[in-house]
């Protein structure tokens, strides 16, 4: 069975928005099944700003947790008069009105330019019931996303982005060894014929060697070995398969991806790929395999 996991769920808001509340609702309700976290760079980076606060990384770091797309992002904007009216309920110990304010209307306008990204839940209303059941709604599905779900997800995301390329856009998916949704026949995509075949058997090529000894040491791999690799210069650059933990990790690497023409094949055939590794290697007892990847360029060609 496939698995999209969400790494971390990102609560995003002014101050007195209700994240703290909904936080507690929701692993109250979930007996705290996911990693609920209280603000992310994206806070940092608007207070930063706001509080003219020098940090020259800042924005790579909100970059690069916002493009792990096994995060969620929930935002929440309330109406400003709940947001008042919770303030002369409980104060704050350090904003007055006219400062939470001004943190509400910085928060209004990035919440307008990150709710238009497929991980970004927003969440408008006061009600923690209805916020809660929406969340649950939105992880559970997320986490049910098939391979082609996941090219759609990608798609959406980049086309999203003002230059239409997301660098370094990487995410990670698990399967319990099952890989119920392997299709052999992707390696008769047209045009790709030749590349994937080419890729796949000097992966297994390479694999099959180290473990007979066939290599610059004459020295015979077990499935702990860190030589299982196959590197190139075309779009599919890089894949490393490493045995640790109970798990079988494959890293892939793209340098180039067309997410809206190319990629949902990619993905396909590598995650094929993957089980021809699963199936090659003596890996008893593995608990999942672990597909990691990164696309240091995911675009969109006009």
């Not at 209004?108 to 209805?130: M, T």
């Not at 992707?186 to 075949?197: I, L, N, P, R, S």
């Not at 066939?214 to 702990?224: A, S």
Request: proline share 3%; with cysteine.
């Amino acid at each position: 069975m496939l698995y999209f996991p969400c790494e971390s769920v990102f609560f995003e808001g002014p101050d007195c928005s209700g994240k703290t509340s909904l936080i507690g609702k929701v692993h109250d309700i979930t007996n705290y099944r996911w990693h609920l976290l209280d603000r992310s760079y994206i806070s940092r980076e608007l207070f930063a700003s706001m509080y003219n606060r020098k940090n020259p990384f800042i924005r790579s770091f909100s970059q690069k947790e916002f493009y792990n797309l096994n995060n969620k992002f929930v935002m929440l904007l309330p109406p400003w008069q709940e947001i008042k009216r919770r303030y002369d309920v409980r104060g704050d110990e350090i904003h007055n009105l006219s400062s939470l304010r001004k943190v509400y209307d910085m928060f209004d306008e990035e919440h307008r330019k990150k709710v238009i990204f497929p991980n970004v839940i927003e969440l408008i209303g006061s009600n923690i019931d209805v916020n809660a059941g929406i969340l649950l709604r939105e992880l559970e599905s997320m986490e049910s996303l098939t391979l082609r779900d996941i090219s759609e997800y990608i798609q959406k995301f980049v086309e999203k982005c003002h230059t239409k390329e997301a660098p370094g856009l990487n995410f990670t998916i698990y399967d319990d060894g099952a890989f119920l949704e392997d299709d052999p026949d992707v390696m008769f995509t047209k045009g790709e014929e030749a590349y994937y075949k080419s890729i796949k058997q000097e992966t297994l090529k390479k694999i099959s060697n180290e473990i007979l000894g066939i290599n610059e040491y004459n020295r015979k791999q077990d499935m702990f070995s860190r030589r299982f690799i196959h590197t190139n210069d075309s779009c599919i650059s890089f894949i490393h398969a490493m045995f640790r933990d109970g798990n079988l990790n494959i890293d892939f690497v793209l340098r180039s991806s067309d997410v809206k023409n190319t990629f949902h094949h990619d993905l396909k055939f590598l995650y094929h790929l993957s089980k021809c590794v699963y199936s090659s290697l003596p890996c008893d007892n593995i608990e999942f395999i672990k597909m990691r990847f990164t696309l240091n360029s995911a675009h969109i060609l006009d």
